[in-house]
C-alpha cells in the first residue's frame, strides 16, 4: 500500500509539473510567441550595441523586461525538466525497469527527478502482462464528402464594411481589453463590450498581439486623430531626444511637444508605442510637420501725403547788431585769488596772513604750556607726566 501511494504521488508530481508550469505561463501571458523577438537587431552595424541598450532600457522602463525574463525562465526549465525526465525514463526502461529504477534512483545526481520516475513506474508493474482488447475492432473512417471549413477572419484586419460605425484601434505592446476600456470607454468593466465585438477574430483576448485590429464601441473616446497633410517621417537615431529632434527640425528644443501631440500613442514599427516623453526607442518613426513661419509685421495705413507749400521768396530784413552779439561770459578768477568752501572770494595775501598767524599762535600755545592745568586742547600728543 505504501508503495502504491508513493508512486500515485510521484505520477501526480510528474503531472502537475509537466501540465502545471506551462498552464501557468499560458495564463499570465506568457505565451512563446509573445516571447519571441518580433525584430533581430543587426550585430553588424555600427551602432548595434546602442541599439541593443535602448530596447533593454525601454523595457526595463516600461515594465516589461522582468515578466519577459520570469516567463523565459519558466519555459526553459519547463523544457530542461521534461528533458531529464524523458532521458531518466529511457535509462531505467532499457536497464531493466523497476528494480533498475530502485538501483538508481539513489545514485542519479538528479535524485528527485529519478525518484519520482522510478516510482511512477510502480503505478505500471502491478501486472507483467498487458491485456489485450477483445471484441471487433472499430475503425473510424472519415467523411466521403466533407465541408469546407470556414476560413477564419484576419485578427489583423477589419474590412471596411464590418461595422462601420465601431472605430478601429491598432493593438500595441501592453495594450489589455482593460485598459483600453479605461482609456476609450471611461470603464475598465467594459471589456465585456470590446470582447463581443471582436470574439469571432480575437477568441482568446488574453493573448492580444502587437498589431492586431480591435472593434471599439461606437461611443469611444480619446481616439487617434488622423495625421493632418502633408507631414513627413524621421527616423529616430540611437541617442537622440525629443528635445534634439525639435531643435535639428523647428531649431527650438522647447519644441518638443509639438512632436509629443503629434507621435504619442501611435503604433511604431516595432510594435509599441510612445508613452513616455523622454523615452524614445531608436529606429521609431515620428511625424513631422513644417516649421511654422514668422509671422510678418503689420503694415502701417498708407496716408495720403499732403502737397508741401511753396512759401513766397521775401526779402528779410536785415538783423539788428544787437541781437547776433554774443552773450558776455564772467571773466574766470584772477591766478591771485582763492575760493573758499563757504563761497567767499580772498585775495592770495590775506590768506597768506591768515595761514601764518595760526600756525604762531599753535606754537605760542606749545611753548606756554603748564603741566597739570588740564589744558589739552591744542595739544597733538599726550603731555610728559614729571
Not at 580772498?346 to 603748564?370: D, E, K, P, Q, S
Amino acid at each position: 500500500m505504501c508503495e502504491a501511494g508513493r508512486a500515485v504521488a510521484a505520477l501526480i508530481a510528474l503531472a502537475g509539473f509537466l501540465v502545471g508550469v506551462p498552464a501557468g505561463n499560458l495564463a499570465t501571458g506568457g505565451a512563446p510567441d509573445r516571447l519571441l523577438l518580433h525584430a533581430v537587431p543587426d550585430l553588424t552595424a555600427p551602432d548595434a550595441g546602442e541599439h541593443v541598450w535602448e530596447a533593454v532600457r525601454w523595457s526595463y522602463m516600461d515594465g516589461t523586461l522582468i515578466p519577459w525574463l520570469a516567463h523565459t525562465l519558466a519555459w526553459c526549465g519547463w523544457a530542461l525538466g521534461v528533458f531529464l525526465i524523458l532521458l531518466d525514463l529511457a535509462r531505467l526502461l532499457h536497464a531493466g525497469g523497476i528494480a533498475a529504477a530502485r538501483h538508481l534512483a539513489g545514485r542519479s545526481p538528479r535524485t528527485w527527478i529519478t525518484g519520482l520516475v522510478a516510482s511512477a513506474l510502480l503505478v505500471f508493474s502491478a501486472t507483467n502482462a498487458v491485456a489485450a482488447p477483445t471484441g471487433p475492432q472499430v475503425v473510424a473512417s472519415a467523411d466521403q464528402h466533407p465541408e469546407p471549413a470556414t476560413p477564419r477572419p484576419d485578427p489583423y484586419r477589419v474590412p471596411d464594411d464590418v461595422r462601420p460605425d465601431c472605430p478601429r484601434h491598432q493593438v500595441v505592446l501592453g495594450d489589455t481589453y482593460w485598459s483600453l476600456a479605461e482609456t476609450h470607454l471611461g470603464d475598465g468593466r467594459r471589456y465585456v463590450e470590446i470582447d463581443g465585438l471582436n470574439r469571432d477574430r480575437i477568441p482568446d483576448f488574453h493573448r492580444l498581439l502587437p498589431g492586431m485590429a480591435v472593434l471599439l464601441p461606437p461611443d469611444a473616446t480619446n481616439l487617434l486623430p488622423p495625421l493632418p497633410a502633408g507631414v513627413r517621417e524621421v527616423v529616430v537615431a540611437p541617442g537622440e531626444t525629443a528635445s534634439s529632434i525639435a531643435l535639428r527640425e523647428y531649431g527650438d528644443p522647447n519644441a518638443w511637444h509639438r512632436l509629443w501631440d503629434l507621435n504619442h500613442d501611435r503604433p511604431q514599427p516595432d510594435g509599441r508605442a510612445w508613452r513616455t516623453p523622454n523615452l524614445l526607442l531608436p529606429g521609431w518613426h515620428l511625424a513631422i510637420t513644417e516649421p511654422e513661419a514668422a509671422p510678418s509685421p503689420p503694415s502701417p495705413p498708407s496716408q495720403p501725403v499732403p502737397p508741401i507749400a511753396t512759401p513766397p521768396s521775401t526779402t528779410s530784413a536785415p538783423t539788428p547788431a544787437s541781437a547776433t552779439a554774443p552773450t558776455p561770459t564772467a571773466a574766470p578768477h584772477p591766478a591771485t585769488a582763492v575760493d573758499l568752501p563757504t563761497g567767499a572770494f580772498v585775495g592770495i595775501g590775506l590768506a597768506a596772513l591768515v595761514t601764518a598767524a595760526a600756525i604762531t599762535t599753535r606754537l605760542w600755545h606749545r611753548r606756554h604750556y603748564r603741566p597739570g592745568s588740564g589744558d589739552r586742547s591744542d595739544l597733538v600728543t599726550a603731555p610728559i607726566v614729571h
